[in-house]
């Protein structure tokens, strides 16, 4: 009678276990859901963290996941990734141990030129440095050496996220990597091969006056390093790096709201890029 019983508790148990894991990854899916909506309709995202009690980094990503899913279901095809939170001070800010990895789609890659405040719920600008590969990276990047080899060109980029959550005062470290790190618009420079990334100097001008500054060493103190970091991010969590994607490692000068206006982010030697925000 004994054995019967703890069998059937065993079972039990096991459904129990089943319903629960099936009733929280219906969770993540509605969550990634409304994530979507609010990309697609670009309106304040809601907060992952108060739709899921504890939200992990891990489930996190999970969320991201998922809205890329849906995002490739809807046509949109992943082009590559980018680094956020790649300061210490961010980290700290929005209570994450590390920065913060999002997906890039081929939709958000666009040419300098003019952009229009109805695309964005609310958009910033940051200076960054981006990397296509020519070929494919399956397994963790061990060396930098190795890493140089699968780099085909270097440009200068700049990133217009959309940071726009409902209550900017209540945003986590989660909520940001589960709203794919708030990905929107990047815009992409010509490439030049530079040697010295970290030494590079980035000065963003708004109608003529300079806002904001920094060099390439300030993206997790090393633009290989943090380049590295982003691939092995992606492949750990089962990603994939492959020919032709981009990596943008993160802003090297300060993340700033955007106003209407004229725009330059001048990187000297390594080029310069001007676009008009209205």
Known sequence: ???KLSYFCLILSVFLFLGASSVFSASLDETAGKI??????????GHASQEIDGLTVDQAYEIQARFVKIRENKGDEVMGYKAGLTSAAAQQKFGVKEAARGTLFKSMFRWPGTLY?????????????GFRFGKDITEP???IESL????AIIFPA???PDL???DMKAIKGTDIIAANVVARKVLIGDAVWVKDLNAIEVK???NGQEIAGGMGKNALGDQWEALKWVVNNVLARGGEIKDGYVVITGCISKLLPAKPGNYVADYGDFGKIEFEFK
């Open 1 to 3: 009678m004994m054995k």
């Open 36 to 45: 979507e909506n609010s990309f697609a309709a670009k309106k304040p995202y």
């Open 117 to 129: 405040q109805k695309n964005f719920a609310r958009m910033f600008i940051e200076t960054e440095i």
């Open 141 to 143: 990047v061990e060396d």
């Open 148 to 151: 140089k080899k699968a780099v």
């Open 158 to 160: 700049v990133e217009l």
């Open 164 to 166: 726009a959550f409902k």
């Open 204 to 206: 963003l001008f708004h």
